[in-house]
């Protein structure tokens, strides 16, 4: 069955540094990868998405990468503030036999701490 | 654009109870789902509608759980009667249109309601 995996220890990091999330997925070959933020009591919010044909995709400090040969995409938050700190989900998803999207499968998350 | 909401936000209740919460997606929106999620997991799909009509119902535990949206707009999700691990956040989302081939379904995501059964 499909499996996604995120580093499931919470990740912590100084201020001002370069936060690396990981995402990795087995027995799935997704066309798209999306990447939510979910802060404390609130739900998950779209940041980012990239497409199978993409290597990379940037938004201000955010970067993804997708590895369809490693079946792996790196999630990177450059000069890391206190603010980034919360959740993040990775969701990949294609569009399934009937021409439809598809579903999202969501990863376990991983939990960001960004120290002054 | 107003978002998602969903109530209460919060509810208690003693196991063997029936509780409903409510979702009113975003205007236009054609597809709307339900999550369930646990503390410390991802959300996990629970129904799946696209306008009034049930896309995947698959993970939804059919003898307690039901789910309708009758007029293609708001929802409410029921379970009854509720046990221990029924212990969660209950989202709501909802997409513009998940039928579109085109469409990368990008999901808006209400508050959710916690849920904490005794």
């Known amino acids: 069955s499909q499996k996604i995996e995120q580093n499931s220890e919470a990740l912590n990091i100084q201020e001002g540094k370069t936060a690396t999330l990981t995402c990795n997925y087995t027995?799935?070959?997704?066309?798209?990868l999306q990447w939510y933020r979910q802060d404390p009591g609130r739900g998950p919010v779209f940041l980012l998405l990239?497409?199978?044909?993409?290597k990379e995709k940037r938004k201000e400090r955010l970067k993804v990468t997708f590895d369809t040969t490693l079946k792996q995409s790196l999630f990177h938050i450059t000069a890391s503030q206190p603010a980034d700190s919360a959740t993040y989900l990775c969701?990949?998803?294609?569009?399934?036999?009937?021409?439809?999207?598809?579903?999202?499968?969501f990863g376990q998350g991983t939990t960001l701490q960004v120290k002054p | 654009e107003a978002g998602v909401a969903q109530s209460p936000r919060y509810k208690i209740i003693e196991k063997r109870q029936s509780v409903a919460f409510w979702c009113n997606p975003i205007?236009?929106?054609?597809?709307l789902y339900w999550y369930q999620q646990i503390l410390g997991q991802g959300p996990k799909l629970l129904i799946q509608?696209?306008?009034?009509?049930?896309?995947?119902d698959s993970q939804l535990p059919k003898d307690r759980f039901s789910a309708e949206r009758l007029k293609g707009v708001d929802s409410t999700l029921k379970i009854q009667p509720a046990k221990l691990e029924d212990s969660a956040v209950y989202l709501c989302?909802?997409?513009?249109?998940?039928?579109?081939?085109?469409?990368?379904?990008?999901?808006?995501f209400g508050p959710g309601t916690r849920l904490t059964v005794l």
């Open positions: 989302a909802s997409s513009l249109d998940w039928s579109d081939i085109t469409s990368t379904d990008t999901q808006y």
């Open positions: 027995n799935y070959s997704p066309a798209y």
């Open positions: 990239i497409r199978e044909n993409e």
């Open positions: 969701a990949p998803h294609r569009p399934d036999g009937s021409g439809n999207t598809g579903k999202l499968i």
């Open positions: 205007s236009g929106h054609a597809t």
């Open positions: 509608f696209q306008n009034n009509g049930v896309v995947d």
